[in-house]
């Protein structure tokens, strides 16, 4: 019975793929160096590996199918089912082949004496890929040199493969067998064909691939670390030089496919005398209609009609088009649809309070659960136990750490390498999705939310915070604003640092890969006793251990990195003032003595340019420094002189540090303001001219991390030009981030903010990212454009960092803009 339901299967298929092959247009190189036909791009080595992270799963030979990004990473590997810091190719060289539609890429492995080309051509409506070797394919490197592609688990899971004829089930989980020598390699799912039909049930996921030279394997990389993809392969033969691998691969494109238009809106909704225009994405191949109904939900469930406009052209970003429609003129409030090309999106609020409650979370539950050295626990979910409580010991000399951690010659520390370091095990932030103290990054954590607090209030108590017991509860409200336990939690670590070190350092990390790839309870990545190497691996005396698991201090004296502090000290030093007075002295003092100590220093060094953690461009951090100082002082003449002597530099990088130099005008002469105002003036023209280059009127990254964070810092940053120089800079800026941050941004609709918003990110990485879950409150990166021009945000595969990662600062940097959204919507008229 199966094997007739089978045949029947391949039959359809087959006729299916014959028709669309006879009818689907041929890929062409576009004027991007991609191979195109509508519903398929071949992205080839636009992107590539990291130099850092390594396999990024954004590099090499790149399959863009009906709209998602279904394939990465094609290239020659040497693993199985490479993890993210396994050895990658150099990129060389990339050009138009002898051939037409035909694009060579150069790369090597330079350890292994391994250099090759890698030749895409299109072949009717599929394409082709050969590899040729520089040199015959050594001994060595025999049964370990293939070519891999990546596919994406989600795109496949549930669904079925072929292997030649043969069936199989691409897992929801791995359950595949694992090799039995110790290396912990999977088995593969298939091998030994010459042909692979992935999801030969779904056209669109459909791809084959037939390979000329060598069998096919097919592997799930799930099974050695939960990031992996599935992965189909072919073995380089020993002696392979020319055509050494050959696939000829079949993406099934459906005839006459183009996207469905993305309807982009702020998911939280709007206040109702604001500006309200959602933004519709196209495929430059959809019949876009020419209006847009604005629909009204009635109790009933019933929906009518308040607004059929037409939708206003904003022309081409990236790959696509854009419409405009705006419904600004509708202000009573509700609950209320947008229908357009006969889809209706789902519903959002009209309404003043709809941004009464969109930092909160943020503040109440992410940043609880990413305090380091205390347990979190949550009613009946425990997030953590008391985290890292043998913090910390000396890094080495010389060592440069996988994340981007480097340790000079210096160690700028009274400690010995691998020596402990007593008084670092209190307060601090694990920084993102890993388990470090990035120290630059909680300093803006502090600052970011000092200025909130100051300029907005931040009253809100929902979690308890004992610093004493190291125990936090969130739903819990104990009588003291949140801000402020957050506020003395960052500054605890930061003065920490200051009394062991007499300065700042980089940070705290795990010291080994197997460690640092640690998912879940944070309580548990170390054993909380201080290590002790007289002590055997399993001996254990109850405050001690043999076990060499204490995080690692990277301990270097960074100018830069020390102002930042000084700026968090002396904020944090205005908010605790009655809540703790005695460490809001000491935080004062600290941050005037380290002051002191860098204004004879402040040079960009070798270490900061060299750590992927330190802060740089001390002049800039000096400015952010010596205001925070002069508010809090109340314009000290030390410090408002200082500031003056500084203007040159707040001219020069008025970009980075305008939001800073406008907060001490109440403190400065009429010339400061006066020397300012042809720099708003200057940074407001240049900001309207570049913000006009995307439809969305708010930085678009375009770099290799998505720039969630650089729109939250445009949002605030403008709306603290918008307070101190109103006639020159409007609210509406400040919106359009909150707008973007919240759904109105490229490839999809979503809020970033896990849990704000109608429909919000629901799969980030966090902590918890193996369940495929998501932290409430945190804000993802977003966007990220694949080179040259396909904007992706994955919903639902967690792993992909730099769209997916939730960090303290952005999420910080989102509470502080999304309450200068709020009060710029009150201005609204």
Known sequence: MRYHVLAKLLATVSLVAATHAAVAQSLKTGPNDTLETQGLSVIVDQNQFSPIFFDEKNAGIQLVLHGDRIATDGAVRLDRTPEQWA??????????????????????????????????????????????????????????????????????????????????????????????????????????????TLAPEDPLTRVSITSDAGALSLYDARARAQNGWFVVRSLIAEGAKENAVVWHVRPNVIKGWTRAPVISFNQAGYTPARDKVALIELDPAFKAPGEAELVKLAPDGSRQVVLRAKTQPRGRFLRYDYAAFDFSTVRDPGIYAIAYAGNTTNPFRISPDVYDHVWQTSLDTFLAEQMDHVGVREQYRVWQAPSHLDDARQAPANHVHFDGYRMGPNLDSPFKAGEHIPGL????????????????????????????????????????????????????????????????????????????????????????????????????????????????????????????????????????????????????????????????????????????????????????????????????????????????????????????????????????IGSAAVRAIPYMDADYRAALVPLVQAAKAKIDADMAKNPFGVPVSMGTWAGSHDVATFGSTMYMLHTAFPEIVGPEYSLRALDYMLGRHPANNLSLVSTVGTQSRLIGYGHNRADYSFIPGGMTPGVIVIKPDFPEVKTDWPFLWFENEYTVSTTSAYILAANAAAAAAKEAK
Do not use: C
């Open 425 to 656: 095990a209190v307060g601090g932030w694990q920084d993102a999705g890993d388990y470090d103290i990035q120290t630059p990054d909680n300093a803006w954590v502090v600052r970011d939310l000092v200025w909130a607090h100051e300029l907005f209030g931040l009253k809100w108590d929902q979690t308890s915070v004992d610093e004493a017991a190291r125990a936090v509860e969130i739903r819990k409200p104990d009588g003291i604003d949140d801000s402020l336990q957050q506020i003395r939690h960052g500054t605890l670590q930061l003065l920490a640092q200051y009394k062991v070190f007499g300065h700042a350092i980089v940070g705290i990390i795990d010291p080994t890969l197997r460690q640092y790839a640690h998912l879940g309870d944070a309580g548990s990545q170390t054993d909380g006793k201080l290590y002790d190497a007289k002590l055997g691996p399993l001996d254990d005396t109850g405050a001690t251990s043999g076990k060499p698991d204490d995080r690692w201090a990277f301990t270097t004296d960074i100018p830069a990195t020390n102002l930042y502090v000084v700026g968090a000290l002396a904020g944090a030093s205005r908010a605790l003032a009655t809540l703790d007075p005695k460490m809001s002295a000491e935080a004062l003092a600290t941050a005037k003595a380290l002051w002191a100590k860098q204004q004879p220093r402040l040079v960009d060094s070798g270490a900061a340019r060299e750590n992927g953690f330190a802060s740089r461009f001390p002049e800039v951090a000096n400015v952010a420094a010596t205001v925070e100082l002069v508010i809090t002082t109340k314009g000290d003449p030390t410090y408002t002189a200082k500031l003056k002597a500084l203007l040159p530099t707040i001219s020069e990088r008025f970009a980075f």
């Open 87 to 196: 050895p990658v190719p150099a990129f060389i060289s990339r050009e138009r082949g002898s051939e037409p539609n035909q694009i060579v890429v150069r790369s090597a492995y330079k350890d292994q004496n391994l250099a090759y080309r890698v030749k895409v051509t299109a072949e009717g409506t599929g394409f082709r890929i050969a590899v040729d070797l520089d040199q015959p394919l050594p001994h060595a490197l025999a049964g370990k040199a293939g070519f891999n592609l990546d596919f994406l688990p989600t795109a496949y899971f549930g669904k079925t493969y072929l292997m030649d004829a043969a069936p199989g089930l691409f897992p929801r989980h791995p359950t595949g067998e694992m090799a039995l020598d110790g290396s912990g390699d999977p088995l593969p799912l298939a091998t030994g064909g010459k042909s692979i």
